[in-house]
T-cell receptor, first 115, second 113 residues
Framework: SAVISQKPSRDICQRGTSLTIQCQVD?????MFWYRQQPGQSLTLIAT?????????ESGFVIDKFPISRPNLTFSTLTVSNMSPEDSSIYLC????????????FGQGTRLTVV | TQLLEQSPQFLSIQEGENLTVYCNSS?????LQWYRQEPGEGPVLLVT?????EVKKLKRLTFQFGDARKDSSLHITAAQPGDTGLYLC?????????????FGTGTRLQVTL
């Protein structure tokens, strides 16, 4: 199993600013992902965080808006850049130790409000 | 884009009632997982099913994977307030780019006394 610590847990930010969310896993994991979720709704994958290389982004998400780092097997950051109210959402970090049949572990999420 | 449609979107029932949540797709998945998420927390895995027609039971929860591996259902018997939460199905592939999970649209369940 893996325990994921995500911070901050919530923040209120001014439009035009940037926020970096940190994700720390208590063990080495193969894969790390970043999701966005509106309260009570499904998860939308933003990108796969690749260790030592550029993240792989899903359609509709770009590196300039959501730069991601993953310097090692246990840590990743997601930055939400030049924020607007439309970026208000819950951002979740996830980690998996293997391929399609393995469990996905999640952080508790970061609730972001942009004003 | 592979979509997983869940129904119903929202369900409010009383303690002791039974319910079924459905997860449907036009795509085949190697595995199907069900997660439950409570407010302020991340989703937590309930079960993984991998074989077409497979049925798994977890106390009062029964999960089934469709024969064609395109759909799944979650049945809860005698629901309790502790079952309240957002239920998400997620389809996985054995191979493929980064072995991503595709999450369903979600079902919000509220169980009242």
């Amino acid at each position: 199993s893996a325990v994921i610590s995500q911070k901050p847990s919530r923040d209120i930010c001014q439009r035009g600013t940037s926020l970096t969310i940190q994700c720390q896993v208590d063990s080495q994991v193969t894969m790390m992902f970043w999701y966005r979720q509106q309260p009570g709704q499904s998860l939308t994958l933003i990108a796969t965080a690749n260790q030592g290389s550029e993240a792989t982004y899903e359609s509709g998400f770009v590196i300039d808006k959501f730069p991601i780092s993953r310097p090692n097997l246990t840590f990743s950051t997601l930055t939400v850049s030049n924020m607007s109210p439309e970026d208000s959402s819950i951002y979740l970090c996830s980690a998996r130790t293997g391929g399609g049949l393995t469990e996905a572990f999640f952080g508790q999420g970061t609730r972001l409000t942009v004003v | 884009t592979q979509l997983l449609e869940q129904s119903p979107q929202f369900l409010s029932i009383q303690e002791g009632e039974n319910l079924t949540v459905y997860c449907n797709s036009s795509s085949v998945f190697s595995s199907l997982q069900w997660y439950r998420q409570e407010p302020g927390e991340g989703p937590v895995l309930l079960v993984t099913v991998v074989t077409g027609g497979e049925v798994k039971k977890l106390k009062r929860l029964t999960f089934q994977f469709g024969d064609a591996r395109k759909d799944s259902s979650l049945h809860i018997t005698a629901a309790q307030p502790g079952d309240t939460g957002l239920y998400l199905c997620a389809g996985g592939r054995r191979t493929g780019t980064a072995s991503k999970l595709t999450f369903g649209t979600g079902t919000r369940l509220q169980v009242t006394l």
